[in-house]
């Protein structure tokens, strides 16, 4: 049977009725309550599906989601009032310009990809051993830091860097790592040589790694163990070369600290990871982070401790 154009016009219109209509037609409310059933980071992403779908996700709902159960007891402990005209707004003010807590003590942000909550101890609220003795640290301003005060270490042979942080005010079922904020001065020493021990423990699970605050003093070192060492016969001083086993040490020194040597940050500070841990929201544990040299008795000059900072690892 011939079909002319204006049957093949009607069969083409009565088929454009029976195609299901698109996510689109659902109410606002719906798509943007699926949507807060994701992460931050498929939020921003889902805004080019549709101009359905950026409306939504500028919603106080999806975002609300986002933010931290507690989060009004934090902001009631911030230094200065937050300022926002929606939660989307808000999310992202703490995601770029993370916060002052307690009068200084500590800094609160959010983790941009997942909301998690991030916080960092300043250098104050560290137990460092004899930072209280001028001879071998002190405390001085730092225009680049986001604390009044710094700490500085002038010169000690035993280094020993403490602090813990409470499960509850980290987001459960994360995991976390422990990071050193910190910079080297000018006239640094000490520091690549020999290498620190850095632990996190929480309960009775620890992760514990050998880190070098300083590489190039550490290359440094090992380039002269390689090469040559002075002794004393008698009344002077010769050289000699290492021999194949100090030779060997040197090397597996160098391999052991090349995983973990500090990073250079946005902010212009350095960085350097002290372990992980798993926080599955046992609020009633405290976890534990040091860093330690305490064996050597070797001096060091330089360090420039801002704080210790955790947040969700990537």
């Not at 460092?128 to 042979?157: G, K, M, N, Q």
Request: aromatic share 10%; proline share 4%.
């Amino acid at each position: 049977m011939f079909v002319g154009p204006l049957c093949e016009m009607k069969w083409e219109s009565e088929a454009s009725r029976l195609v299901e209509p698109g996510i689109e037609v659902l109410p606002e409310g719906c798509i943007a309550h699926a949507i807060s059933l994701t992460s931050p980071r498929d939020a921003c992403c889902s805004t080019a599906v549709s101009t359905a779908f950026r409306s939504a996700v500028a919603s106080d709902t999806v975002w609300n989601s986002f933010l931290p159960s507690d989060l009004e007891s934090i902001l009631a402990r911030a230094d200065r009032p937050v300022d926002f005209s929606s939660k989307k707004e808000l999310f992202f003010r703490l995601c770029d310009k993370p916060i002052l807590l307690d009068g200084g003590k500590m800094i609160f942000s959010l983790d941009r990809s997942s909301g998690a909550k991030c916080f960092m101890l300043s250098a104050r609220e560290l137990a460092i051993t004899w930072a209280d003795t001028d001879s071998y640290w002190r405390w001085v301003p730092e225009p680049d830091s986001r604390f009044s005060e710094v700490a500085e270490l002038l010169s000690v042979c035993w280094l020993e860097i403490r602090g813990h942080f409470k499960c509850k005010m980290l987001s459960s079922k994360t995991t976390y790592a422990a990071y050193l904020i910190f910079k080297l001065s000018d006239r640094a020493y000490g520091l690549g040589h020999p290498l620190q021990e850095a632990s996190v423990e929480l309960g009775t699970e620890s992760s514990t790694s050998v880190v070098c605050l300083q590489s190039s003093d550490m290359y440094a070192h090992m380039h002269a163990r390689r090469s040559r060492v002075w002794f004393r016969r008698g009344l002077h001083w010769r050289r000699r070369v290492l021999t194949v086993n100090e030779s060997q040490e040197a090397d597996d020194e160098a391999k052991e600290a090349a995983g973990r040597v500090p990073q250079l940050r946005n902010d212009g500070w350095m960085e350097i990871e002290l372990g992980e841990f798993y926080n599955c929201g046992e609020e009633d544990k405290d976890v534990h982070v040091s860093l330690l040299e305490v064996k050597g008795g070797h001096w060091k000059i330089g360090l420039i401790i801002e704080g210790i900072e955790i947040r969700p690892k990537k």
